[in-house]
Every structure is written in structure tokens, then in C-alpha cells.
């Protein structure tokens, strides 16, 4: 099928593209970018006044399945996906039962081809059940397809383990991405320990418990030179860490999401609402602005949701009986757009750095750009349409968003995957 977008600003800055320009699809490749184009038959659409970049990418989400569908399940969490503008998704392995052999990996991508809406990237587990003791069956999932090693959700605690995971890792060319907590320094935190957690008299989550981890993780990459991602980073601190080992040459890269950008510990109030206590949980407003800038400067080099679903009932118990977590995929563009790109802190070919260009390469899978012969992956953006947060409207099944009520501009209408629309003028494509 021959497909034509037209009149569209197309951005890459892969290829130095930021202009309005057509683009012909045929069999799932782009086949042309230029002004102009024509297609003798085939669809086309008028994109006059939206945005076309490489695909988006987030490379953290819990889909939940198998084993906790009634939070999500990769049908749900990958329509979500498609309307939050992603053409794939990372999803973690702390599933029931954990994904930390082959068969793990080959049920989700199995499942995903059957019901998803966007592309899964499976991350398999470091350890046998996340428990930080046996190595999982790393080779073995890399010969079925995972793309990333992390125990997500826990720390490995154990120094020499956690080097036993970055030389295997290191052999199979693989990042380890890293939860970073300190479970002797953490224990029952609930919040970040300081003034608000004092006020709310509740169980503080220090700083450090998340940087110390942070430090000797960026020390086992120097001796094993296994690639290092620093997943969801909240600190400054922890941010100055990872700009050091950067400029010490070692391969860290880092990701951000975007509550931590733009919520902080002063949001959760006396109304204890559930849906931000997230781990690792909202920092100081100080933490956050550092985070800002390091998004600006390019230190952090990856923006991701950590979409975390829960059911209303888990999220409606006391804030320390709640499980942690938010959801973020159907959100996370638009708080972008709105913060950052339209005060001009951010540049639209930043912004594609961040969530479609860097994601790709922390994970070495295949790159997509907007020129002949890539695969035809694409997000389409309405750069100025207004919109309200309302969960109500979420594809996810889940609703725990910090956002709810906050007025974005800026959104997804299309999505094409392999040349093939699952998301159209705002709907998903059944």
C-alpha cells in the first residue's frame, strides 16, 4: 500500500530535517521525502499545520502481563502507547511470573504481534525473580529477542552480583538499565525525606538511598565497560554523577520522566492523593529544575513515562498501603510540548532527540529517520491543539495519573507503524 503525507513541517535532526515537506510510504519503507510528491494511488492526507517526526520510543513502561492484567495488559498499555504518539514501547519484566528466561520474552512478543498497537521491546530481568541472587538466563533471551537487562522495581543490592550481571551483559552487547535504591538507606520510605515528608508524618526516602547506588553502579561500569542506563533519575546529585562519568569517556546515559520534571514533593499535600507517590518518589523543586536543565543542556538523554498502572482499589488505600506508581503514556508528549518546548526552553528537534532518536540507541535497536529506505515509523503532531488531562478518556485501564485536570497543548493525531496507521486523527485504528 502506497501511502502520502502531505504539507507537513517534518522534523529529524538525524538527517538535518526541519521543513514542510511529503512523504511517500510503499511496503512499510519510506520511499521518498521531498516537495511536491505524488502517488498515483494510495491514500493520502493533508498534514498542512502538524508535525511529522521519526516514531516516538518510550523505553520504560510496565504493560503487566502476564500475570497482573487487571492492572494492564499489552493490548491496553499499547493503545495507550499509540495514542500518547509512541510507535514502541520498552516494557520492564517485573511481571508474574518475572521475564527472566526465553519463554518470558517470547510470550509478550507473541502477544504484542496479536494484539498491539505499537512495537514491544522486551527488557528481560538481571537475576532469577528480581531477587539479586542468580543470574536470569541472559543468553538465552538475548537469542530470543530481549534488547535490555534490568531488575526494575528493585536494586540489585550485592555489588559483585550486580558485576557478574554487567560482564555477561557486556558480552552479549547489551545495556544494563538500572533502578537505583538502596533498600538499608530507603527501608519503608514513602516519600522524600525532608520538610514535606516531616509535615505529612510520613516515612522519609533519602536523596542518597537512590545516589549511592547511582555511584557504585557508574564505578562497576568502569570496570566492566558493560554500557550503563540510569533509569528514572531524580536527583541533582545524581545527575552531576552521571555528567561526570560522561565526561570520563565511560558509556552512561540516563533517562527522565516527566513527573519528575514537573511535580515535586510539594504537590502531595494534606489529601495524601495516591496517584503521586511514585518510586523513586518526587523530589524538591530544586531537584526538578536541575532535572530541567539537564534535559536542556543533554545530559539526560531520554525522556520516559515509567507508566506504572494500578487498579482504582490499590490506588484507593491509605498513601502508605498504595502501591507506587503512575501512569504517563497517553500524557507525557503533551507535558512536554507544553512545558518545555512552547516556553522555548526546548527545541522541536530536541525534543525528537529525547523521545524518539536517543531511546533507540540506549537500546541498540534499529534506527528510524525520515529518508528513503528507513522504516516508515512515524508520529504525527497537532503542535497547538488544547487539551484537558481527563483519565476518564485514558485508553490504559488505569486512571492513577498525577495530571489529572492539567491543561496541555500540543498532542498525537497519527501514528504509523511500518507504513500502517494505528492511531488516525485521534482514534485508534481497529
Given at each position: ?96 511470573p518475572v521475564i527472566d528466561n526465553a519463554l518470558g ?122 554500557p550503563l542506563h540510569i533509569q528514572h533519575i531524580t ?75 494500578h487498579t482504582a482499589y490499590e490506588k484507593a488505600r ?113
Open positions: 500500500m502506497a501511502l502520502l503525507l502531505k504539507n507537513a513541517r517534518v522534523i529529524d535532526p538525524q538527517v538535518g530535517l526541519d521543513e514542510v515537506a511529503d512523504i511517500i510510504v510503499r511496503d512499510g519503507k519510506i520511499a521518498e521525502v521531498g516537495a511536491g510528491l505524488s502517488i498515483e494511488k494510495g491514500v493520502e492526507r493533508d498534514l498542512t499545520g502538524k508535525i511529522v517526526t521519526p516514531g516516538l520510543v518510550d523505553m520504560h513502561v510496565h504493560l503487566r502481563e502476564p500475570g497482573q492484567e487487571q492492572k494492564e495488559d499489552i493490548a491496553s498499555g499499547t493503545r495507550a502507547a499509540a495514542k500518547g504518539g509512541f510507535t514502541a514501547v520498552c516494557c520492564m519484566p517485573n511481571t508474574t520474552v517470547e510470550y509478550v512478543q507473541a502477544r504484542a504481534a496479536a494484539v498491539g498497537k505499537c512495537r514491544v521491546h522486551v527488557s528481560g530481568a538481571c537475576s532469577q525473580g528480581l531477587a539479586g541472587e542468580t543470574l536470569s538466563e541472559m543468553g538465552d533471551m538475548v537469542a530470543h529477542g530481549a534488547v535490555a537487562f534490568t531488575d526494575d522495581g528493585r536494586g540489585i543490592q550485592d555489588a559483585g552480583m550486580m558485576r557478574r550481571v554487567m560482564d555477561y551483559a557486556s558480552m552479549f552487547g547489551k545495556a544494563v538499565m538500572v533502578h537505583c535504591q538502596d533498600d538499608a538507606l530507603v527501608g519503608e520510605g514513602q516519600v522524600n525525606e525532608g520538610v514535606v515528608s516531616t509535615r505529612l508524618g510520613m516515612l522519609g526516602w533519602p536523596a542518597e538511598g537512590e545516589e549511592v547506588e547511582i555511584a557504585r553502579d557508574i564505578m562497576l561500569c568502569r570496570l566492566t565497560g558493560c536527583t541533582k546529585r545524581g545527575l552531576d554523577l552521571v555528567r561526570a562519568a560522561k565526561a570520563e569517556g565511560l558509556p552512561v546515559t540516563c533517562e527522565v520522566t516527566p513527573h519528575h520534571l514537573f511535580l515535586t514533593e510539594d504537590d502531595i499535600d494534606s489529601t495524601y492523593n495516591t496517584s503521586l507517590k511514585v518510586n523513586p518518589p518526587l523530589r524538591t523543586a530544586d531537584d526538578a529544575a536541575a532535572l530541567i536543565e539537564g534535559v536542556k543542556d543533554g545530559s539526560v538523554d531520554c525522556i520516559v513515562t515509567d507508566h506504572a498502572p491509605e498513601f502508605e498501603l498504595a502501591p507506587f506508581g503512575m501512569v504517563g503514556l497517553e500524557t507525557s508528549l503533551g507535558l512536554m510540548i507544553t512545558n518545555l518546548v512552547k516556553t522555548g526552553a526546548l527545541t522541536w528537534s530536541q525534543l525528537v532527540e529525547l523521545m524518539a532518536v536517543n531511546p533507540r540507541r540506549v537500546l541498540r535497536v534499529e534506527e528510524v529517520s525520515i529518508k528513503p529506505g528507513s522504516t516508515a515509523d512515524l508520529t504525527v503532531i497537532d503542535p497547538d491543539v488544547e487539551w484537558t488531562v481527563d483519565p476518564a478518556e485514558f485508553a490504559s485501564k488505569a486512571k492513577n495519573s498525577g495530571f489529572a485536570g492539567a491543561q496541555l497543548v500540543g498532542r498525537a493525531t497519527d501514528v504509523y507503524v511500518s507504513g500502517y496507521a494505528t492511531l488516525e486523527d485521534g482514534a485508534i485504528v481497529e
